[in-house]
């Protein structure tokens, strides 16, 4: 097992080690499993499980609840957007959206999908602003999932973070969750 020392807090779990890999490992199951609102709350339920179990709650952490989350599903731009808020990140680097999209394939590699996040950034001073982050987690290289910080972030709203990840998508639709 592994402490969630090492993470901080559940929420950074589940975001950044829990989702990613089940994501890449089973991108050909994912678009059935988030389709409708039933398999998506069973998907997530048991990605909260399994989070639990590797990374378990210190005293002071926050549980995950899905009935907190909000999935949304949008199609624009050739795309397929699937996002999910999460309960306000209290924390660095901790995620208020995640997002996964995805495009059709050519079959034999079956469907891409690239899985972003818009984060909250540390900040210096305790009185300064927040800010976010874009950034978006591909496959995996050393054993370990690639963190791409791609662009300062909109303030945290759904469809501000959408409209940030679009231009990125123009710029490289790129087999990312291969491993």
């Known amino acids: 097992m592994v402490s969630s020392d090492s993470l901080a807090c559940a929420h950074k779990a589940f975001v950044h080690r829990v989702l990613p890999r089940i994501i890449h490992q089973a991108r050909h199951e994912i678009l059935s ?18 989070t ?50 995805t495009k059709e394939g ?6 891409e999908i690239r899985y972003f996040t818009l984060e909250l950034q540390a900040r210096d001073e305790p009185d300064e602003e927040e800010q976010t982050m874009v950034c978006e987690w591909s496959g995996i290289t050393d054993g370990n999932f690639v963190h791409l910080a791609h662009e300062v972030g909109p303030k945290p709203s759904l469809g501000a973070f959408l409209d940030r990840i679009s231009p ?12």
């Open 33 to 50: 499993l988030l389709n409708d609102d039933e398999t998506t709350r069973d998907f997530l339920t048991r990605a909260v499980e399994i």
């Open 52 to 101: 639990e179990e590797v990374y378990p709650l210190e005293k002071d952490d926050a549980a995950l609840y899905v009935d907190d989350f909000v999935v949304s599903r949008v199609s624009r731009d050739g795309h397929r957007y699937v996002s999910i808020e999460l309960t306000k990140p209290t924390e660095a680097i901790a995620a208020y959206y995640i997002c996964l999209v």
């Open 106 to 111: 050519d079959g034999k590699n079956g469907p």
């Open 168 to 179: 990125i998508l123009e710029r490289c639709f790129c087999q990312t969750g291969t491993s």
